[in-house]
C-alpha cells in the first residue's frame, strides 16, 4: 500500500492506493497495475488534522501491510489426542484439475449443456461425464468404482445417484458421434490438428463372460427387436481376439490425424470384418468434419483391393484430386510375381537414424506398378455385387530389416510350438484358441458350430510351409498412391502408425478400457465415449507439453497431486515435480504452493 496525491482542477486529494501484477490467464503475460483502496479526503482539511498528512498515513499503509503478512500467516493448533474415524479419508486428489482445465477448453459442459436442455431429469449429465472421463483417466474401473470413488476428488461429485449414472449411459450413447465432431471442433484452438495425413487402425476389447450374445433374426437374416422392428447386431460377439482370449469381444476402429491426436471411432460386432469398416468412418470423417484431401495410412489388414479402388480410383493422369493412401503390404500373401521381385537382390541401402537416434541401414528399392484389382461392384436397383477388374497406379516399396527378421522368427517358432503341441493335445484347442498356430498343421478342421477341432483326421505338421516363411522375414512392402512420394517419405509416414497403436496401448494398459463391464449396445457406446474423450485430454496434454513426457508419467503426477485437510479451512499440498511446473506454467496457474485455503482451492479448480 502507498499513499498516492493527486490534484484536479486546482483541488489536492490524498488517496491510499495498492499495486498489485495483473496476469493474463490467457498468455500468461501481465503488467503492474494499482487500483484505489480509501479515498482520505482533501490534502487542505487534513492538514487541519495532521501536522504532515502524507508522512502520517504513509506509516498507517506501513502498518496496514505487516498486518495483512501476519493474517497470511496462521496457527495451526494440532490435537495429539485426536482420533481418526472409520471410513475418513481426507486425501482428496486435486491433479484432475489439470484435466478440467482442457475439459473447459474444449467447452464440453456446454456441449452437454445444451444436448440435455429439453430433458426432464434433476442431475447433471455433464458432472456425471466429467466423473466418467477423470475416473477413467486416474483410478479407472468400472462405472459403480467411478461412482464410489467419487469423493476422491476434491470437488466430490455429487447432486446424482449409482442409477443415475447408468441411466446417463443412454444419453451418452445417444450423443456419440456428435461428441465426437464437437472435440475436434473445439481441439483446433489448443493443438494443431492435421488432416494431410490421417492413420486408421482397428483393435478390439474382450468382456469377461463366458458366451457371446445372440441375435434374433428375421426372414431376410437381419437382426431384429422383440417387436419385428430392424436393429444393429449385437457387439458382443466371438472373435480373432489380439490376445487370444476365447471370450467374446467388441471391435474398434480408430482414426488419428497426423499429430496422434484421435479424431474419430467406430463400433462392431467383435465377428465382423474389419476390411469392411474403414469407409462408414472415413465418409463420416470427409461429410462432418473436412473435406479437404487426405493420405490415410493402414496396416495391410485393411490393404484390399476395394479400399484402395474407393479411396483413389485407377489413379490415374498427373494431378490426381481423389484422397491417397499408404498401406502395409503382406508379402507372405502376395502373388508370386511381387514376391520375386521382393527376394530379387537390387536394393539400395542407405544410412538413417532409428528412434533413438542411432544410425543404421536402410535397405529397399521401389518401383511403379500396375496393381490389378478386382472390385466388388453394385449395379444400380440390385443387391447383388458382381468383380470387375481394373488396373491402377501404385507405387511400391520392399525394405529390409534385421530387428524385423528377428521378431517374425521369434513370433513364428512360438506358433509352431503350439502347432507342436496341438498335434499332441488337439482336445486342449478349438478355432479360436489355435489361431496362428493351425496355419502350420496339415489336415485340420474345425466343427462349425462348437468350433472344436474335428476327429479323424491326421494332424501333421507343414514343414514346407515354414520354409517358405523363412525365405520372407525382415522384408516388408508398403504401397501408395503417391507416386512421387521418396521412399524415405513413405517410410516415415508409415512409421506413424506407431501413434494410433501406442493410442490403443493407452486405452487397454492404462486407461483399463478392457475388461468391458458393461452389456448393451447403448451402454458399450456409451463406455466408449469416455474412454475416447479420456484419450484427447491425455494427448492433448501431452502434445500441450510438448511431447516431452510418456503418458504414464504424467498420469503418475497426476494421480500424486493431492492435498489434506489441516485445519478448517486450510488445505496442504503434498506433491510436486517438473511435470506439474510445467502443466502450471502452460496453464498460467501456480500449483507449487505448499498451502491453500478453501477459496483458493475452489479457484484454483475453477468451481
Known amino acids: 500500500m502507498h499513499v498516492k496525491v493527486i490534484t484536479s482542477k486546482g483541488v489536492s486529494r490524498l488517496y491510499i492506493y495498492e499495486t498489485y501484477y495483473d496476469k493474463d490467464t490467457t498468455t500468461g503475460k501481465g503488467r503492474v497495475r494499482s487500483k484505489m483502496l480509501e479515498s482520505l479526503g482533501r490534502l487542505d482539511e487534513l492538514q487541519k488534522i495532521y501536522d504532515d498528512p502524507v508522512a502520517h498515513f504513509k506509516t498507517v499503509c506501513e502498518l496496514r501491510t505487516a498486518q495483512n503478512r501476519e493474517i497470511r500467516k496462521q496457527s495451526v493448533i494440532i490435537d495429539l489426542d485426536a482420533k481418526i474415524s472409520i471410513g475418513e479419508d481426507s486425501l482428496k486428489n486435486i491433479g484432475y484439475g489439470i484435466l478440467k482445465a482442457l475439459y473447459k477448453e474444449l467447452e464440453l459442459d456446454k456441449f452437454w449443456n445444451w444436448k440435455t436442455r429439453h430433458l426432464s431429469i434433476d442431475y447433471s449429465i455433464d458432472k456425471i461425464f466429467r466423473l466418467l472421463v477423470f475416473s477413467r483417466i486416474l483410478y479407472p474401473g468400472s462405472k459403480k468404482k467411478a461412482y464410489d470413488r467419487r469423493n476422491i476428488f476434491f470437488e466430490g461429485f455429487n447432486g446424482f445417484c449409482l442409477d443415475d449414472v447408468y441411466y446417463s449411459l443412454d444419453i451418452i450413447a445417444r450423443n456419440q458421434e456428435a461428441l465426437q465432431k464437437w472435440i475436434f471442433d473445439h481441439s483446433g484452438k489448443i493443438s494443431e490438428r492435421d488432416l494431410s495425413v490421417a492413420y486408421f487402425d482397428c483393435t478390439n476389447y474382450y468382456f469377461d463372460i463366458g458366451r457371446p450374445d445372440a441375435?434374433?433374426?428375421?426372414?431376410?437374416?437381419?437382426?431384429?427387436?422383440?417387436?419385428?422392428?430392424?436393429?444393429?447386431?449385437?457387439?458382443?460377439?466371438?472373435?480373432?481376439?489380439?490376445?487370444?482370449?476365447?471370450?467374446?469381444?467388441?471391435?474398434?476402429?480408430?482414426?488419428?490425424?497426423?499429430?496422434?491426436?484421435?479424431?474419430?471411432?467406430?463400433?462392431?460386432?467383435?465377428?465382423?470384418?474389419?476390411?469392411?469398416?474403414?469407409?462408414?468412418?472415413?465418409?463420416?470423417?470427409?461429410?462432418?468434419?473436412?473435406?479437404?484431401?487426405?493420405?490415410?495410412?493402414?496396416?495391410?489388414?485393411?490393404?484390399?483391393?476395394?479400399?484402395?479402388?474407393?479411396?483413389?480410383?485407377?489413379?490415374?493422369?498427373?494431378?490426381?484430386?481423389?484422397?491417397?493412401?499408404?498401406?502395409?503390404?503382406?508379402?507372405?500373401?502376395?502373388?508370386?510375381?511381387?514376391?520375386?521381385?521382393?527376394?530379387?537382390?537390387?536394393?539400395?541401402?542407405?544410412?538413417?537414424?532409428?528412434?533413438?537416434?542411432?544410425?543404421?541401414?536402410?535397405?529397399?528399392?521401389?518401383?511403379?506398378?500396375?496393381?490389378?484389382?478386382?472390385?466388388?461392384?453394385?449395379?444400380?436397383?440390385?443387391?447383388?455385387?458382381?468383380?470387375?477388374?481394373?488396373?491402377?497406379?501404385?507405387?511400391?516399396?520392399?525394405?529390409?530389416?534385421?530387428?524385423?527378421?528377428?521378431?517374425?522368427?521369434?513370433?513364428?517358432?512360438?506358433?509352431?510350438?503350439?502347432?507342436?503341441?496341438?498335434?499332441?493335445?488337439?482336445?486342449?484347442?478349438?478355432?479360436?484358441?489355435?489361431?496362428?498356430?493351425?496355419?502350420?498343421?496339415?489336415?485340420?478342421?474345425?466343427?462349425?458350430?462348437?468350433?472344436?477341432?474335428?476327429?479323424?483326421?491326421?494332424?501333421?505338421?507343414?514343414?514346407?510351409?515354414?520354409?517358405?516363411?523363412?525365405?520372407?522375414?525382415?522384408?516388408?512392402?508398403?504401397?501408395?498412391?503417391?507416386?512421387?512420394?521418396?521412399?524415405?517419405?513413405?517410410?516415415?509416414?508409415?512409421?506413424?502408425?506407431?501413434?494410433?497403436?501406442?493410442?490403443?496401448?493407452?486405452?487397454?494398459?492404462?486407461?483399463?478400457?478392457?475388461?468391458?463391464?458393461?452389456?448393451?449396445?447403448?451402454?458399450?457406446?456409451?463406455?466408449?465415449?469416455?474412454?475416447?474423450?479420456?484419450?484427447?485430454?491425455?494427448?492433448?496434454?501431452?502434445?500441450?507439453?510438448?511431447?516431452?513426457?510418456?503418458?504414464?508419467?504424467?498420469?503418475?503426477?497426476?494421480?500424486?497431486?493431492?492435498?489434506?485437510?489441516?485445519?478448517?479451512g486450510l488445505y496442504q499440498l503434498l506433491y510436486f515435480d517438473e511435470i506439474l511446473k510445467d502443466c502450471g506454467d502452460i496453464f498460467h496457474i501456480d500449483l507449487n504452493n505448499k498451502y491453500r485455503t478453501q477459496l483458493q482451492m475452489k479457484k484454483l479448480l475453477r468451481y
Open 215 to 568: 441375435d434374433i433374426l428375421n426372414d431376410d437374416g437381419k437382426p431384429v427387436d422383440k417387436n419385428g422392428g430392424e436393429i444393429q447386431p449385437k457387439y458382443r460377439k466371438r472373435g480373432p481376439e489380439k490376445n487370444r482370449r476365447p471370450d467374446p469381444i467388441v471391435e474398434m476402429g480408430l482414426l488419428i490425424d497426423k499429430n496422434g491426436i484421435p479424431m474419430a471411432y467406430d463400433l462392431f460386432p467383435g465377428n465382423e470384418s474389419e476390411k469392411l469398416h474403414m469407409r462408414p468412418i472415413i465418409n463420416r470423417l470427409k461429410k462432418d468434419y473436412s473435406n479437404t484431401r487426405t493420405i490415410f495410412v493402414a496396416d495391410r489388414g485393411l490393404n484390399t483391393s476395394d479400399n484402395i479402388y474407393w479411396i483413389n480410383g485407377s489413379n490415374k493422369g498427373d494431378n490426381n484430386q481423389r484422397d491417397g493412401y499408404v498401406y502395409g503390404q503382406s508379402v507372405r500373401g502376395a502373388d508370386a510375381e511381387f514376391k520375386a521381385w521382393v527376394l530379387a537382390e537390387d536394393y539400395i541401402i542407405d544410412k538413417v537414424k532409428d528412434d533413438a537416434g542411432k544410425e543404421i541401414a536402410f535397405k529397399h528399392k521401389s518401383r511403379i506398378y500396375p496393381k490389378e484389382l478386382h472390385v466388388n461392384t453394385t449395379k444400380p436397383g440390385s443387391k447383388k455385387t458382381s468383380k470387375k477388374t481394373v488396373r491402377a497406379d501404385q507405387k511400391q516399396m520392399a525394405y529390409y530389416s534385421e530387428k524385423y527378421a528377428k521378431k517374425q522368427k521369434a513370433d513364428r517358432d512360438v506358433m509352431v510350438a503350439r502347432a507342436r503341441d496341438l498335434i499332441k493335445h488337439p482336445k486342449k484347442y478349438d478355432k479360436v484358441t489355435s489361431a496362428g498356430s493351425a496355419a502350420y498343421v496339415k489336415n485340420i478342421s474345425f466343427d462349425k458350430t462348437t468350433g472344436e477341432i474335428l476327429e479323424g483326421k491326421v494332424l501333421e505338421l507343414d514343414e514346407e510351409k515354414i520354409r517358405e516363411q523363412e525365405l520372407y522375414d525382415g522384408y516388408y512392402a508398403i504401397v501408395t498412391s503417391e507416386l512421387n512420394m521418396s521412399d524415405f517419405e513413405l517410410r516415415d509416414i508409415y512409421r506413424g502408425l506407431i501413434h494410433i497403436e501406442d493410442t490403443f496401448k493407452v486405452s487397454k494398459s492404462d486407461f483399463k478400457s478392457r475388461p468391458v463391464y458393461v452389456s448393451t449396445n447403448d451402454h458399450i457406446d456409451a463406455h466408449f465415449s469416455t474412454c475416447f474423450t479420456a484419450l484427447v485430454l491425455i494427448r492433448l496434454l501431452q502434445a500441450k507439453l510438448g511431447n516431452k513426457y510418456p503418458v504414464g508419467r504424467i498420469l503418475d503426477s497426476l494421480r500424486k497431486y493431492n492435498c489434506t485437510k489441516i485445519d478448517t
